[in-house]
């Protein structure tokens, strides 16, 4: 079992930035992949952007590249996501996730935990 827990979440004017961190519990740690998986009112779960085990590999929806960035801190269990220049249609709960299956970062949402979200607005 892993267990997730976002924070960071916020209200933001465009052009501006957040920092979301996702601590995680229960299973090794270095033994998945991390994903941050965002929702919009009314649109189906987006990957956003994922980092392997090692914290090597990265990806990124092309919507976001050059503007967001996923780090790990394996020491203290957390992964996070630096995002600037935001958008308004970066507006979404975000979620953090984990994903078991092995080899490299997936860009689908088939991941296999998740935390409760932490909810981000970005306002024009």
């Known amino acids: 079992q892993v267990q997730l827990e976002e924070s960071g979440g916020g209200l933001v004017q465009a052009g501006g930035s957040l920092r979301l961190s996702c601590a995680a519990s229960?299973?090794?740690?270095?033994?998945?992949?991390m994903a941050w998986i965002r929702q919009a009112p009314g649109k189906e779960r987006e990957f956003v952007a994922g980092i392997s085990r090692s914290g090597y590999g990265t990806r990124y929806a092309d919507s976001v590249k050059g503007r967001f960035t996923i780090s790990i801190d394996n020491a203290k269990n957390t992964v996070y996501l630096q995002m600037n220049s935001l958008k308004p249609e970066d507006t979404a709960i975000y979620y953090c996730a984990a994903d078991l299956r092995p080899y490299g970062v997936r860009s689908d949402t088939n991941y296999d935990y998740w935390g409760q979200g932490t909810q981000v607005t970005v306002s024009s």
């Open positions: 229960g299973r090794t740690f270095s033994t998945y992949n």
